[in-house]
């Protein structure tokens, strides 16, 4: 299996709301990532888990929370988000240290109303 | 010194023709330059990738030049089909650590017939 999934494809979502992105991954990779990429723009890195740990928060709003309840498994908890952070949320993994390989979910298409 | 600047911006070729994208970068610590393909609504795909001990490499009608001293690498397409209407984002990182990927801009290609 060298697939990374992504739930839910879509979310609509008011600024009041709290909502969870999952990322789910079966390849034994060791490192997962939270990227944001808003339209004809590249993917911006937000968080990096390795090894189940938070290693690399690149300055994200604290609205914004990630998890990582198993190696399998990525969450990003969302809370009192801004109409600006409409975009979509991408997942990735890789096999961890010395590989640089990142495999892509499909991504959240994410909009906050 | 962490970008990775990509152009054009835009390219419309046809259907046959060889399509050619140029990326250069200014961090010389740099050792992993992949190309990742993205279709509208998709999370991105590794499309091919290199390492600068190795000046080109092909894979199908998708070849990777890379000039070190010039710290610059380009994505040929040849026999370029409508299929390959996308967009290419050419990426920069280190092996080892946390594989923060630096991503090029990004090229929009259309393949007209």
């Known amino acids: 299996d060298t697939e990374v999934t992504q739930t839910p494809k879509h979310l609509v979502m008011g600024m009041t709301n709290k909502k969870s992105l999952k990322c789910e991954q079966h390849m034994g990779h060791r490192a997962m990532y939270w990227y944001k990429q808003k339209a004809k723009k590249p993917p911006e890195l937000m968080f990096v888990y390795s090894y189940e740990k938070l290693s690399i928060n690149e300055s994200v709003p604290s609205r914004f929370s990630p998890e990582c309840p198993n190696s399998s498994l990525l969450n990003l908890h969302l809370h009192a988000l801004q109409p600006e952070d409409s975009a979509l949320y991408l997942c990735a993994s890789s096999q961890g240290t010395g590989t640089n390989e990142q495999f892509f979910g499909p991504g959240t298409r994410l909009t906050v109303l | 010194q962490q970008q990775v600047k990509q152009s054009p911006q835009s390219l419309i070729v046809q259907k046959g023709g060889i399509s050619i994208i140029n990326c250069a970068y200014e961090?010389?610590?740099?050792?992993?330059f992949p190309w990742y393909q993205q279709f509208p609504g998709k999370g991105p795909a590794l499309l091919i990738a290199?390492?600068?001990?190795?000046s080109e490499k092909k894979e199908g009608r998708f070849t990777i030049s890379f000039n070190k001293s010039a710290k610059q690498f380009s994505l040929h397409i040849m026999d370029s089909q409508p299929g390959d209407s996308a967009t290419y984002f050419c990426a920069a990182s280190i092996t080892g650590g946390y594989q923060k990927v630096t991503f090029g801009t990004g090229t929009k290609l259309q393949v007209i017939p």
């Open positions: 290199i390492r600068p001990d190795v």
């Open positions: 961090n010389t610590a740099f050792d992993y």
